[in-house]
């Protein structure tokens, strides 16, 4: 299996947003055009020594100039070696990768949207899409101590609540759960809950809002451990609940996140 939509990408500005956090723009005029918010590119390292790409989420696709953003965490050397990277530097990407987050389950009803992290990435470009289409936005993002594209949220229309692990004076100190209840966020039938983040986070939180209201809408972006990004290494596999059998009990099958996700329905998880 070979991965189909590579391209060169030129890079525009790659700057540090908070400690660690780096913001990439990239000119990538065909890659912009048709990603969706929940999918994902593959970056692939220019050091012979680093052979598997990088897989990062896309945080905003501009179809009109052109560009991909992407937001990630400076962890090792690949993304090491892409923090180095200046404008007018070349990066090979394929793009995009895994499927979006489907629509909202009720045209027009209210929207949370929940990310920890990194994680805050794919809702940014969630709340522009959304935000265009009409959609009342809540989004709760949570962090280790420095908040990013908060006010990117808030710029997008969103009511923006933030969290963060240790103090910080813009900040309610606790994890997105505790600011969903200290805030009284009450998912209703109709609404649609979007998250990602760490899976513990992901985790507490389908729990919290399935015993809030088990009629809510929750998809889930998962952030698993990739090897290739794209089907061929089943480095990323998770267990997904596909239906019941005739006794009743689940049917639960591997399917690889790269592929098949990264978004689930939080239902159909087996956390
Ligand atoms: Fe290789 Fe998903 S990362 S199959």
Redesign the pocket.
């Known amino acids: 299996m070979a991965e189909k939509f590579i391209y060169e990408a030129e890079v525009l500005a790659n700057e540090e947003i908070a400690p660690h956090i780096m913001k990439m723009t990239m000119s990538a005029p065909d890659a912009s055009d048709v990603a969706l918010p929940g999918q994902f590119i593959n970056v692939y390292p220019k050091s012979d020594k680093l052979i598997l790409p990088r897989?990062i989420s896309i945080c905003d696709a501009d179809v009109e100039e052109g560009t991909l953003v992407i937001v990630y965490d400076v962890i090792g050397a690949g993304t090491d070696e892409l923090s180095r990277m200046t404008r007018g530097d070349i990066i090979k990407i394929s793009s995009p990768l895994g499927n979006g987050f489907p629509a909202p389950a009720v045209p027009g009803a209210p929207v949370l949207l929940v990310g920890g992290g990194v994680g805050t990435a794919p809702m940014l470009f969630l709340a522009k899409r959304l935000a265009a289409q009409g959609s009342r936005i809540t989004a709760v993002t949570g962090f280790r101590k420095d908040p990013f594209l908060t006010e990117e949220l808030r710029h997008a229309d969103c009511r923006t609540l933030v969290t963060t692990d240790m103090p910080n004076e813009h900040s309610f100190v606790g994890n997105v759960v505790d600011c969903i209840e200290i805030n009284q966020i009450e998912p209703g039938d109709d609404w649609t809950c979007y998250a990602c983040g760490p899976r513990p986070m992901l985790k507490s939180l389908y729990g919290y809002i399935s015993s809030m209201n088990e009629k809510t809408t929750v998809f889930v972006s998962l952030e698993e451990r990739?090897?290739?990004?794209?089907?061929?290494?089943?480095?990323?596999?998770t267990d997904i609940r596909t239906g019941k059998d005739i006794e009743g009990n689940d049917i639960i099958k591997k399917y690889?996140?790269?592929?098949d996700g990264p978004v689930f329905n939080g239902k159909a998880v087996v956390w």
């Open positions: 897989p990739m090897g290739c990004g794209y089907g061929a290494c089943v480095g990323c596999v690889k996140v790269c592929k």
